[in-house]
């Protein structure tokens, strides 16, 4: 529920950052989510039997299996806040599908046969969506966009307001991100490496804008 908080409230009002793209940003938050949870389901288990298993069976579905699903739309979301405001609905809907296919690709390549450790998702999740986003960029009015004299990209006080709180919710529930496939020790070490580092690097960016404009000015 954590997990899930983060993915339809944090992820869903951090996209009102620009002004003429509140509802749109939310309501395609709100239908990617769905989508992508659905997909990275059916799409990791297919990867896994057919890289790792070598065999195929019945797709599990468990806590563990809503978790990863859950993972796999927080990249997908983290792709959409590069594009929100650019690209249409189907494209978006398009978009969210391939990049489960290859998300859920990468993670089996990653964990299940290179062994990697990847507590929280830094490599699958956040460095993943990223670059996907940032490539799915520019084929979306690139030129344009960096132009912007309609001056859509632009924030208000009020798109601005509500971005923070879905802000909030993400600060808020991010050591659960973070440990929620660990157990005991290990999960007790992300929780608290997480709340210390999110914590501290909220003070400092602080501390760092205050010191360059002059002033305490989010």
């Known amino acids: 529920m954590n997990i899930h908080a983060m993915v339809f409230i944090g992820f869903g009002f951090l996209m009102v950052f ?3 793209n509140s509802w749109s940003g939310v309501g395609f938050n709100f239908i990617i989510a769905c989508w992508a949870i659905q997909l990275e389901i ?6 896994n039997m057919a890289l790792v298993e070598n065999r195929f ?3 599990p579905i468990n806590l563990d299996a809503l978790i990863q699903a859950d993972y796999g739309a927080a990249a997908c979301l983290i792709t959409f806040a590069a594009i929100t405001g650019k690209c249409s609905f ?7 599908t391939l990049e489960m296919i290859f998300y859920t690709l990468n993670v089996v390549i990653c964990k299940g046969i290179l062994k990697a450790v990847d507590v929280g998702g830094g490599m699958t999740i956040h460095l993943f969506g990223g670059y ?6 520019f084929f979306f009015n690139g030129q344009r966009a960096i132009e912007d004299f309609e001056r859509r990209g632009k924030g208000g006080y009020t798109a601005n307001t509500i971005a923070f ?4 919710f993400l600060f808020m529930y991010f050591p659960s991100f973070n ?4 157990e005991g020790a290990a999960q007790q070490r992300a929780i608290i490496n997480t709340l210390l580092s999110i914590t501290t690097s909220a003070i400092t960016a602080c ?9 305490f000015n989010f």
């Open 18 to 20: 620009l002004k003429t």
């Open 165 to 168: 709180i879905g802000t909030m």
């Open 207 to 215: 501390f760092v804008n205050s010191v360059y404009e002059g002033k």
């Open 90 to 96: 189907p494209q978006i809907f398009i978009l969210a």
């Open 42 to 47: 059916l799409m990791y288990s297919f990867w």
């Open 57 to 59: 069976t019945a797709i």
């Open 132 to 137: 996907f986003g940032v490539i799915c960029a």
């Open 179 to 182: 440990a929620a496939m660990l």
